[in-house]
């Protein structure tokens, strides 16, 4: 008698006996001893009809007591092969050479007692005789580097070489005269079998792979069935011979090829640590596990460098990511995101401190180890079957971030070296990517945190226009863009509005932002013309990309990774409003144009002179001048408002009109709308936008002088001064008004030309503006002590909240501002 191993039932074993069978004698006895099916050869063996023998026990058909050995194979072992000796119908005794296959119920059945039975199978008439034919056969057998099979026109077995009695667990005696699929009970054996009738009946070769569990593998195999008719001297087909060859290994090799293939493709789409951390468990699962999780070092997702060396027991680690065979991961004792322990003895803990990938068996022994420490994994290890488990490091750049674990609780192979090695390989290639991720998370947090401090924080209020405004990071891989917008107010009540995007992304485009920012002040500060700062932003930005590249040249910023700072470009889009005139001149330089919505909802696109991007150098820039009603509102924005990758600019612009000419009960409320229908969930770019609704200063807040350029003016313009004042109820404001004016009238009068105009603008402020034909501005000095002049500026400069001069067309004005209240 021979002992062998599981072999698992199935559909196509318990059905009905293909035609041609008849030759076997098969019979099915169930787990109380019944016969349940009774094939026509084994009453050819036996004589009984089914109607005699099923349903009734089968020891009634057993001669003898079999030996207790006999007894307890079958009672422990799934398949058994050996001599019988059964009682014929009428009374004699049969030697019956017995083959006999434990068949399991199948994973979706009962799995009750009764569903569990006996195949048994026996050729007619006992083990056949090895053929005569030896010419025939012994030189197939002998020069046959592989396992070998013959079988003969009715699919039985003649002949099996020391191979294949190896593979199969079987001596040839045991298996001469049955056919393969009585053999083995697998499924893919009726398809090799159909290629076997296929080379009997066609006389040309045939080949199958096929994949299946075989008594005495561990796990699946592969086999490459070579099959071919063989023939006798007359070329009549005799039989086919069978070659099988195990490729079970390249066939792993393939697929952990694949799976490497697989994980670079899949792993590192974005920088989005969690996503990554996701893909990696995704792609494990199932080809490489059952049951992966993804654990982090707390301080990694805030992108913060983890501390040198083991971490102190117990390990604390943030669950990331994890992945399972089975629906909602039930295995997972830690959701996403918590927070959780792993003591000494676990894999985690002895792989952290190892500093190297291992695998560990799981069972109940190791359970009592962990059920002091953590029962609630102890109870998922037992409750789902657990017997293997891989942890690998997550190292990146010599620092570690974390542990991957895989495991096995369906699959029923345990770990092998080579899927250590597979484990090992795709971690350590998700480890570069998480790492980038992190590294990616702490420059957006720091590019967010410098261009939050260089963004405006909070406007002040402006007479000459209401505005709104929002700043959208972006939130994909390139990271935080230059984008920046501000409102600056100016001399006269103007405001001027500006909006502006720095080329690239991350720390140097906020960085180069937050100076384009502030020399775009500085600028406007000497009250400029749109087109002239303009031309001033080119220069500082050649001025910044050129020092830059010399910085790039050294080896010290090479190490530092700055050598991409040498490409540095913006556009910009400057904007200047005066409510007295109501007139808006604008100027861009390679900046989007911006949307006009006219007091009757009417959007258009302002069609103004492109102008070169910032940085080209020596290139003109042109302004457009506008007057505009009271109450338009001007949209200025970025490119990364309008403009996707999946949609058209122009689609973007007509949705933006759209957005625009519906109404709204603020500009803050059309600011949200305005983000909500144009951009996605995940914008790719930096959105910056600014609204402003125009407001108009009529003729009852502005009053205006023509001044003779005569001393004697002077005084008549300090009583015109004094009547205007009373008529706004601005009294208390009239002694330090008249002196400053007198001191700037007296002063165009003396040092410049005529036309000399004096305007008083009535708003949130006083201010004070004398205007002349000389281009020549003042300046404070200090006058000696017997100097008789030199002190008026500064007289102005110390009653005033605020005073310059600024240059116009046909000379300069000089202002000053006076508080209210």
């Given at each position: 008698m021979r002992?062998?191993?599981?072999v698992?039932?199935?559909?196509a074993?318990?059905s009905k006996?293909p035609a041609?069978?008849?030759?076997?004698?098969r019979a099915?006895?169930n787990a109380?001893g019944l016969?349940?099916?009774?094939s026509?050869?084994?009453?050819?063996?036996l004589?009984?009809r089914?109607?005699?023998v099923?349903g009734r026990?089968?020891?009634?058909?057993?001669a003898?007591?079999p030996p207790?050995?006999?007894?307890?194979?079958l009672e422990?072992l799934?398949r058994w092969?050996?001599t019988l000796?059964l009682?014929h119908?009428?009374?004699?005794?049969?030697a019956?050479?017995?083959?006999?296959?434990?068949?399991?119920p199948?994973?979706?059945?009962?799995?009750n007692a009764?569903?569990?039975?006996?195949?048994l199978?026996s050729p007619?008439?006992?083990?056949?005789?090895?053929?005569?034919?030896?010419?025939l056969?012994?030189?197939?057998f002998t020069?046959?580097?592989c396992?070998?099979?013959?079988?003969?026109?009715?699919?039985?077995l003649?002949?099996v070489?020391a191979?294949?009695?190896r593979?199969m667990?079987?001596?040839?005696?045991?298996m001469r005269g049955?056919?393969l699929?009585?053999?083995?009970?697998?499924p893919?054996?009726q398809?090799i079998?159909?290629?076997?009738?296929q080379a009997?009946?066609?006389?040309?070769r045939?080949?199958?792979?096929?994949?299946?569990?075989?008594p005495?593998?561990r796990?699946e195999s592969?086999w490459l069935?070579?099959?071919?008719?063989?023939?006798?001297?007359?070329?009549?087909?005799?039989?086919?011979?069978?070659a099988a060859?195990d490729v079970?290994e390249?066939h792993l090799?393939?697929?952990?090829l694949?799976?490497?293939?697989d994980?670079?493709?899949?792993?590192g789409?974005?920088?989005?640590?969690s996503?990554?951390?996701?893909?990696l468990?995704?792609?494990a699962?199932p080809q490489l596990a059952?049951?992966a999780t993804?654990?982090l070092?707390?301080?990694?997702?805030?992108?913060?460098e983890?501390?040198?060396?083991?971490p102190?027991?117990?390990?604390?680690l943030r669950?990331v990511?994890?992945?399972?065979v089975?629906d909602?991961?039930?295995?997972?004792?830690v959701e996403r995101?918590k927070m959780?322990a792993?003591?000494d003895?676990t894999?985690v803990?002895?792989?952290?401190?190892?500093g190297?990938?291992?695998?560990?068996?799981t069972?109940?022994a190791?359970?009592?180890?962990w059920?002091a420490?953590?029962p609630?994994?102890?109870?998922?290890?037992l409750?789902y079957?657990?017997h293997?488990v891989?942890?690998?490091?997550i190292?990146a750049r010599?620092?570690t971030?974390?542990?991957a674990?895989?495991s096995?609780?369906?699959h029923?192979?345990?770990f092998?070296?080579?899927?250590?090695?597979?484990g090992?390989e795709?971690?350590?290639r998700a480890?570069?990517c998480i790492?980038?991720?992190?590294?990616?998370?702490r420059?957006?947090a720091?590019s967010?945190?410098l261009q939050s401090s260089?963004?405006?924080?909070?406007?002040?209020?402006q007479a000459?226009?209401e505005?709104a405004?929002?700043?959208l990071?972006?939130s994909?891989q390139?990271?935080?863009?230059?984008?920046?917008?501000?409102?600056?107010?100016?001399?006269?009540a103007?405001v001027?509005?500006?909006v502006g995007?720095v080329?690239?992304?991350?720390?140097?485009?906020?960085?180069t932002?937050g100076?384009?920012r502030?020399?775009?002040?500085?600028?406007a500060d000497v009250?400029l013309p749109p087109?002239?700062?303009?031309?001033?932003?080119?220069?500082?930005v050649?001025r910044l990309?050129?020092?830059?590249?010399?910085t790039?040249?050294?080896e010290?910023a090479i190490a530092?990774?700055f050598r991409d700072?040498?490409?540095?470009?913006?556009?910009?889009?400057?904007?200047v409003?005066d409510?007295?005139?109501?007139?808006?001149?604008?100027?861009?330089a390679g900046?989007?144009?911006?949307?006009?919505v006219?007091?009757g909802?009417t959007?258009?696109?302002?069609?103004l002179?492109?102008g070169?991007p910032l940085?080209?150098?020596?290139?003109p820039f042109?302004?457009?001048?506008?007057e505009?009603?009271?109450?338009?509102?001007?949209a200025?924005?970025?490119?990364g408002l309008?403009?996707?990758?999946?949609?058209d600019i122009?689609?973007?612009?007509?949705?933006?009109?759209?957005v625009?000419a519906q109404?709204?009960?603020?500009?803050?409320a059309t600011?949200?709308t305005?983000?909500k229908?144009?951009l996605?969930?995940r914008?790719?770019?930096?959105?910056?936008?600014l609204?402003?609704?125009?407001?108009?200063l009529?003729a009852?807040h502005v009053?205006?002088?023509?001044?003779?350029p005569?001393?004697a003016?002077?005084?008549?313009?300090?009583r015109?001064?004094r009547?205007q004042?009373?008529?706004w109820?601005?009294?208390a404001?009239?002694?330090?008004?008249e002196l400053?004016?007198s001191e700037?009238?007296t002063?165009a009068?003396?040092?410049?030309a005529?036309?000399i105009?004096l305007r008083?603008?009535?708003?949130?402020a006083?201010?004070?503006?004398v205007s002349d034909?000389?281009?020549?501005?003042p300046?404070?000095?200090?006058?000696?002590?017997?100097d008789?002049?030199?002190?008026g500026?500064?007289?102005?400069?110390q009653?005033?909240?605020?005073?310059?001069?600024?240059?116009t067309?046909?000379g300069?004005?000089?202002?000053?501002?006076?508080?209210l209240?």
């Amino acid at each position: 008698m021979r002992r062998s191993e599981t072999v698992r039932g199935n559909g196509a074993a318990r059905s009905k006996a293909p035609a041609g069978q008849a030759d076997t004698a098969r019979a099915t006895v169930n787990a109380r001893g019944l016969v349940t099916g009774w094939s026509e050869g084994a009453q050819r063996l036996l004589g009984y009809r089914p109607a005699e023998v099923v349903g009734r026990a089968a020891a009634r058909l057993l001669a003898e007591e079999p030996p207790a050995e006999t007894l307890r194979a079958l009672e422990t072992l799934p398949r058994w092969d050996g001599t019988l000796t059964l009682l014929h119908r009428d009374g004699h005794r049969v030697a019956v050479s017995l083959l006999a296959h434990h068949l399991e119920p199948d994973s979706d059945g009962d799995g009750n007692a009764a569903a569990v039975e006996w195949l048994l199978v026996s050729p007619l008439g006992g083990p056949s005789p090895p053929p005569e034919d030896e010419p025939l056969m012994m030189p197939a057998f002998t020069e046959s580097p592989c396992k070998m099979a013959l079988y003969d026109t009715n699919l039985r077995l003649l002949r099996v070489n020391a191979d294949m009695e190896r593979t199969m667990g079987l001596p040839e005696d045991a298996m001469r005269g049955l056919r393969l699929s009585e053999i083995v009970i697998h499924p893919q054996i009726q398809w090799i079998e159909q290629h076997i009738r296929q080379a009997l009946e066609t006389g040309e070769r045939q080949q199958v792979d096929t994949t299946m569990n075989l008594p005495g593998h561990r796990g699946e195999s592969v086999w490459l069935t070579s099959l071919a008719p063989v023939r006798n001297a007359e070329g009549k087909t005799r039989g086919v011979i069978l070659a099988a060859h195990d490729v079970t290994e390249q066939h792993l090799a393939q697929r952990r090829l694949a799976l490497l293939n697989d994980a670079s493709i899949r792993i590192g789409s974005t920088l989005d640590l969690s996503r990554t951390a996701q893909e990696l468990v995704d792609v494990a699962i199932p080809q490489l596990a059952d049951f992966a999780t993804v654990d982090l070092l707390p301080s990694i997702e805030g992108g913060d460098e983890p501390r040198a060396g083991t971490p102190p027991s117990p390990v604390m680690l943030r669950r990331v990511a994890h992945q399972s065979v089975l629906d909602g991961c039930p295995e997972a004792v830690v959701e996403r995101g918590k927070m959780t322990a792993y003591p000494d003895g676990t894999p985690v803990a002895e792989c952290l401190a190892a500093g190297r990938p291992l695998i560990r068996r799981t069972g109940p022994a190791t359970v009592v180890e962990w059920a002091a420490q953590a029962p609630d994994r102890a109870e998922r290890v037992l409750q789902y079957g657990f017997h293997s488990v891989m942890a690998v490091p997550i190292r990146a750049r010599g620092i570690t971030l974390g542990v991957a674990t895989f495991s096995r609780h369906r699959h029923p192979v345990p770990f092998e070296q080579d899927d250590l090695l597979l484990g090992a390989e795709i971690t350590a290639r998700a480890a570069i990517c998480i790492d980038n991720a992190r590294r990616y998370a702490r420059e957006r947090a720091t590019s967010l945190t410098l261009q939050s401090s260089l963004l405006p924080q909070r406007l002040p209020r402006q007479a000459a226009v209401e505005f709104a405004s929002r700043y959208l990071p972006a939130s994909t891989q390139e990271g935080i863009g230059g984008d920046w917008f501000d409102v600056i107010p100016l001399s006269g009540a103007r405001v001027a509005l500006v909006v502006g995007d720095v080329v690239g992304h991350g720390i140097q485009a906020s960085a180069t932002m937050g100076l384009l920012r502030t020399a775009v002040r500085t600028l406007a500060d000497v009250d400029l013309p749109p087109d002239e700062l303009l031309t001033h932003l080119d220069d500082v930005v050649n001025r910044l990309a050129s020092e830059a590249a010399e910085t790039a040249d050294s080896e010290s910023a090479i190490a530092a990774g700055f050598r991409d700072f040498g490409d540095i470009g913006a556009t910009c889009l400057y904007a200047v409003y005066d409510p007295v005139s109501r007139r808006c001149t604008l100027a861009r330089a390679g900046h989007p144009s911006p949307a006009l919505v006219t007091p009757g909802g009417t959007v258009e696109l302002l069609d103004l002179h492109a102008g070169p991007p910032l940085g080209l150098g020596g290139l003109p820039f042109e302004a457009t001048e506008l007057e505009l009603p009271e109450g338009s509102i001007l949209a200025l924005y970025t490119d990364g408002l309008i403009e996707a990758r999946d949609r058209d600019i122009d689609v973007g612009l007509g949705a933006l009109r759209e957005v625009l000419a519906q109404p709204a009960p603020s500009l803050e409320a059309t600011c949200d709308t305005v983000l909500k229908s144009l951009l996605p969930d995940r914008p790719t770019d930096d959105v910056a936008l600014l609204l402003a609704r125009t407001r108009a200063l009529d003729a009852a807040h502005v009053a205006t002088w023509d001044i003779r350029p005569d001393p004697a003016a002077v005084a008549e313009t300090r009583r015109g001064v004094r009547r205007q004042l009373a008529a706004w109820h601005l009294e208390a404001a009239g002694f330090v008004a008249e002196l400053v004016v007198s001191e700037l009238v007296t002063n165009a009068i003396r040092h410049a030309a005529p036309p000399i105009q004096l305007r008083l603008i009535h708003d949130s402020a006083l201010i004070c503006e004398v205007s002349d034909a000389s281009s020549t501005a003042p300046h404070l000095r200090r006058a000696r002590i017997f100097d008789e002049g030199g002190r008026g500026l500064l007289l102005v400069a110390q009653l005033t909240q605020d005073w310059g001069t600024r240059q116009t067309y046909t000379g300069k004005t000089i202002w000053a501002k006076f508080p209210l209240g």
